[in-house]
Each structure stands twice: as structure tokens, then as C-alpha cells.
């Protein structure tokens, strides 16, 4: 099957730090990838690597190739704000826009994009809602702002934002560590769905959440502290916590460590 995200070679730093070596993978459309491995293994600096946010960090700096599609994403002449329309972003702590609306928030990176008529931004609106499954909840106040929402409404409120311009991967940083555990099952619902149109990457520390949403589970860790993180394996997510290939694996998901 034709690959959505090829990556190969991938190292990052961050200044002199070498924080990430060495990383390939690919990653299949309509799927969901979890990436799991204990804290400070990379996990959230290879996923900023893949709409091109790392290099926002000061010192932040990439080498190897990501390829989306057929779209070489470092390549030269390619708009880093262009890759980050194509790759969306969900980060851990839900961050509307405090001062906007519910509506001004799904359609703030619209806006951006272009001009949209009053009813086409309606109905764009309107299906981000329902495509975040929070259409229900927030359809008779979407003139109050997004920041009076309860905290999982606010982080479907960040996946509308994300899917108006519909992007074609969407990227999470561990979207639930945040949210109480009926807002976690929520958001775990809603990533069940979402992969039939869009294809995702979800960082996460809970390992059940892993099992439970993901097609594909790629465990990364590092050697010591200091030493960069490396992709350990990667495979479907069954195989992974029933048979991985590596002991470190299989001793990470068992919880001997990390
Ligand atoms: N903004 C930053 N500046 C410098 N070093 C960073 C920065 N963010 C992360 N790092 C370093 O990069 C490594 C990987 O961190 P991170 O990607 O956050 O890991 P994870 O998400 O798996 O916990 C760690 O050594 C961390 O200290
Ligand atoms: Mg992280």
C-alpha cells in the first residue's frame, strides 16, 4: 500500500543535543500510529519533526528526510507553514484561543487559509464540530468563547481547529493526560473515527490507551540519560503487546520500567 509518511534517517537536535538518532518509519494512511517508550526517549521531538514545528525550537535543527506522500517536506522551496495546513497538531494541555468564541475557534486557521463566504464558513464550522463529536454540546452557544468549556470539550474543540482545514495527518502529544477519564474515553472514540478520514499520530504514556486505539504501536527508548532516543520497533500494535521482537519491548509494556 502507497505510504502517507516515509520517514528515514531522521536525526534532531537541539543545539549540540542530539536528541533523536536515527529514526525510519512509515506510516500507512487511514491508521492510527501510537508511539510509546518511557519520558525524554523523543517521542514528542519526533512527532514535532513531522510538520516541521522542531525547528521552531531555538537551536532546534533536523537531518534525514520525511516524506509525505510524494512531498519531500524539507525539501527546498517548501513552505514550512504549508506543511503545518497538510500535518495538524493536538498538544497535551487543550489551548483555544482564550479571548475567541467556539465559532471564531474552529474557524481561525480557515481564515488564514483564504476567503470563505459567511455560509461556507458555516457549514465548514458546523461539520468540524460534529467531526469532533462536540456539535451537540456547544450548538446553541458558539458566540461564547471556547475558553468556558470543560476541559474535554476544549481539547474537541482543538481537534475542530485541527480538522476545518482538513489536514491530511493529525498529530497528538498525549491529548488525554489532561482529561478526566470520561473525556479520555471520549477523545479515544472520536480517534476511532477520525482515522477513517484522516491518518493519525498519538503520542501516549498509557499503554492500554496505546492498545486500545492504535493500528500500529512504535515503542522508541534511549540507552542512558543524555544519549539520544532510537526507534526500537515497530509493528502492528497486537503483535507488540502480545510478542514484540525486542526484550526492551517487552519489558517496557510489561512495566519493569520507564
Ligand atoms: N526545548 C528543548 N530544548 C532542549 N532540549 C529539549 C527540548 N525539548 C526536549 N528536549 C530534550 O530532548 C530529549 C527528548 O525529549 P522529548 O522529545 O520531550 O521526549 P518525550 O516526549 O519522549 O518525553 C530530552 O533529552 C529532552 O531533554
Ligand atoms: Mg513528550
Known amino acids: 500500500m502507497a505510504k502517507r509518511i516515509d520517514v528515514s534517517g531522521l536525526t534532531a537536535y537541539y543545539g549540540s543535543h542530539k536528541a533523536i538518532e536515527d529514526i525510519s518509519m512509515t506510516v500507512e494512511p487511514r491508521s492510527v500510529t501510537a508511539f510509546i517508550g518511557p519520558s525524554g526517549c523523543g517521542k514528542s521531538t519526533f512527532l514535532r519533526t513531522l510538520n516541521r514545528m522542531h525547528e521552531v525550537t531555538p537551536g532546534g535543527r533536523v537531518e534525514g528526510k520525511v516524506m509525505l506522500d510524494s512531498e519531500d517536506l524539507y525539501g527546498s522551496g517548501i513552505d514550512p507553514v504549508s506543511v503545518r495546513r497538510e500535518v495538524g497538531m493536538v498538544f497535551q494541555r487543550p489551548n483555544p484561543f482564550p479571548t475567541m468564541s467556539i465559532f471564531d475557534n474552529v474557524a481561525a486557521g480557515l481564515r488564514l487559509n483564504g476567503k470563505y ?119 502492528d500494535t497486537e503483535r507488540i503487546f502480545s510478542n514484540p521482537s525486542v526484550q526492551a519491548t517487552e519489558d517496557y509494556i510489561s512495566g519493569r520500567f520507564g
Open 117 to 235: 463566504r459567511k455560509s461556507e464558513l458555516n457549514d465548514i464550522v458546523e461539520k468540524s464540530l460534529k467531526g469532533a463529536n462536540l456539535w451537540n454540546e456547544v450548538k446553541d452557544r458558539l458566540n461564547k468563547p471556547g475558553s468556558g468549556l470543560s476541559g474535554g470539550q476544549q481539547q474537541r474543540l482543538c481537534i475542530a481547529r485541527a480538522i476545518a482545514v482538513e489536514p491530511k495527518v493529525l498529530l497528538m502529544d498525549e491529548p488525554c493526560s489532561a482529561l478526566d477519564p470520561i473525556s479520555t474515553l471520549a477523545i479515544e472514540d472520536l480517534i476511532g473515527e477520525l482515522k477513517e478520514r484522516f491518518t493519525i499520530v498519538i503520542v501516549t504514556h498509557n499503554m492500554q490507551q496505546a492498545a486500545r486505539v492504535s493500528d500500529r504501536t512504535a515503542f522508541f527508548n534511549l540507552a542512558a540519560v543524555g544519549q539520544p532516543g532510537r526507534l526500537i520497533e515497530i509493528d
